[in-house]
């Protein structure tokens, strides 16, 4: 079955400017999540639906990140005017039950996008 | 508060094992997950344990966890130069999300 699919694969974009990253999750994945990898860190979850819906955003930073999922299929990051901080990759993973990693349910990473801003 | 400890890095000889070291602290986190991270691209699932488990064996890999230490070990049996990457360890703290450690970078030396 096809992975999850990301693009751009790469950016590169001045501080201020704005940027918007695509996600299409596993066909039949009812969670859609959204992680920032910082190099040399592990990623950290910004953002999860499920379905269309927000189930945790708790980690979003309103001010300049967001994000959606209209239809409950692919979403779009988008983060608005992009910091110097805000360089990393931004991975996109989806899992096909409602149940989350603590049930056991596998979650699949997609290659992630990688931003650079200067 | 969630946090997940590994060493930054680990070099092992081709042939030898590599055993890749995580602590965590959520003792609720029910299953536990190592990924492989490759140059330039995102996160395999390698293998994952239940915590009621202290080991589990999948061809070349073998983890091993220990609750009470709240510990986890990834072992790469026969260790080949395409080993090569991060190695993330990650526990669930709650039912939603994964929380990862640092990760672990293992270079292989043909």
């Known amino acids: 079955e096809a992975g999850v699919a990301q693009s751009p694969r790469y950016k590169i974009i001045e501080k201020r400017q704005s940027v918007a990253f695509w996600c299409n999750p596993i066909?039949?994945?009812?969670?859609l999540y959204w992680y920032q990898q910082i190099l040399g860190q592990g990623p950290k979850l910004l953002i999860q639906?499920?379905?269309?819906?927000?189930?945790?955003d708790s980690q979003l930073p309103k001010d300049r990140f967001s994000a959606e999922r209209l239809k409950g299929v692919d979403s779009t990051l988008k983060i608005q005017p992009a910091k110097l901080e805000d360089s990393a990759v931004y991975l996109c993973?989806?899992?096909?039950?409602?149940?989350?990693?603590?049930?056991?349910?596998?979650?699949?990473f997609g290659e992630g996008s990688w931003l650079t801003v200067v | 508060g969630e946090d997940v400890e590994q060493s930054l890095f680990l070099s092992v000889r081709e042939g030898d094992s590599s055993v890749i070291n995580c602590t965590y602290t959520?003792?609720?986190?029910?299953?536990l997950y190592w990924y492989k991270q490759e140059p330039g691209a995102g996160l395999q699932l390698l293998t994952y344990?239940?915590?009621?488990?202290d080991m589990k064996q999948d061809q070349r890999l073998t983890v091993l966890l220990n609750k009470k230490d709240k510990h986890l070990s990834l072992r790469i049996a026969d260790t080949q130069t395409g080993d090569s990457a991060i190695y993330f360890c990650?526990?669930?703290?709650?039912?939603?999300?994964?929380?990862f450690g640092t990760g672990t970078r293992l270079t292989v030396i043909p």
């Open positions: 993973a989806s899992s096909y039950r409602l149940q989350g990693p603590n049930s056991g349910n596998t979650i699949y």
């Open positions: 066909s039949g994945h009812a969670t």
């Open positions: 639906f499920q379905n269309n819906g927000v189930v945790d």
């Open positions: 959520d003792s609720s986190s029910t299953y």
């Open positions: 344990i239940f915590s009621n488990m």
């Open positions: 990650a526990e669930t703290p709650g039912a939603n999300n994964l929380f």
